[in-house]
């Protein structure tokens, strides 16, 4: 089975900030990762698939990169609406999964 | 827009049964795969369950296969989730959700539905 492992599992910033959220894969699943965002109360809502590719309305300060096992999601400038827990998957219907989240707080 | 409110979540003593539903409308339900998530309280996501559009294929990890059954009624717009001998440990927020990929046995969800909760408790 494949495992997603991100990091950091929690993270505390400012407004304006650059923030970062690794996913690393415990084996190879080459440009198949996407990453949701889930704010408190409400549904995921996806943002990148194929690692890079925005969904539709998704601002472009979120980008995501990497391949093989390892993952990032980038959001270039930290807004109060981006405070919110953040997951990857792997989309693979015979292995998909989950990463544990990310949750990003204001400082 | 596309929508998807789900129902049936509840109480339920542990070895019960539960069926969620799932409808659907602003898209052609039977265009698309259809998937089950669930939530245990303050933890992450967790797969359940995936269905193709036509419903002749079924995808389930090993974790919960035997247990629960993914179904749906196209005529109706509808998906189900049919759970039997429920423990504690499958209290949960059940999502619903869209497949909105375009290529085979990749699924990536959206949108989801708002969840129903089911509580498993004597």
């Known amino acids: 089975d494949i495992q997603l492992t991100q990091s950091p599992s929690f993270l505390s910033a400012s407004v304006g900030d650059r923030v970062t959220i690794t996913c690393r894969a415990s084996?190879?699943?080459?440009?198949?990762l996407a990453w949701y965002q889930q704010k408190p109360g409400k549904a995921p809502k996806l943002l990148i698939y194929?690692?890079?590719t925005l969904q539709s309305g998704v601002p472009s300060r979120f980008s995501g990169s990497g391949s093989g096992t390892e993952f990032t999601l980038t959001i270039s400038s930290l807004q109060p609406e981006d405070f919110a827990t953040y997951y990857c998957?792997?989309?693979?219907?015979?292995?998909?999964?989950f990463g544990g989240g990310t949750k990003v707080e204001i400082k | 827009e596309e929508q998807l409110l789900e129902s049936g979540g509840g109480l339920v003593q542990p070895g019960g049964s539960l069926r969620l539903s799932c409808a659907a409308s602003?898209?052609?339900?039977?265009?698309?795969?259809m998937s089950w998530v669930r939530q245990a309280p303050g933890k992450g996501l967790e797969w359940i369950s995936t269905?193709?559009?036509?419903?002749?294929?079924?995808y389930y990890p090993d974790s919960m296969k035997g247990r629960f059954t993914i179904s749906r009624d196209n005529s109706r717009n509808t998906l189900y989730l049919q759970m039997n001998s429920l423990r504690a440990e499958d209290t949960a927020l059940y999502y619903c959700?869209?497949?909105?990929?375009?290529?085979?046995?990749?699924?990536?969800?959206?949108?989801w539905g708002q969840g129903t909760l089911v509580t498993v408790s004597s």
């Open positions: 269905i193709s559009s036509s419903g002749g294929s079924t």
């Open positions: 084996q190879g699943i080459s440009s198949y």
């Open positions: 194929f690692v890079s």
């Open positions: 959700a869209k497949d909105q990929s375009w290529i085979q046995n990749l699924n990536w969800f959206d949108p």
């Open positions: 602003g898209f052609t339900f039977s265009s698309y795969a």
């Open positions: 998957q792997h989309p693979d219907i015979y292995q998909l999964t």
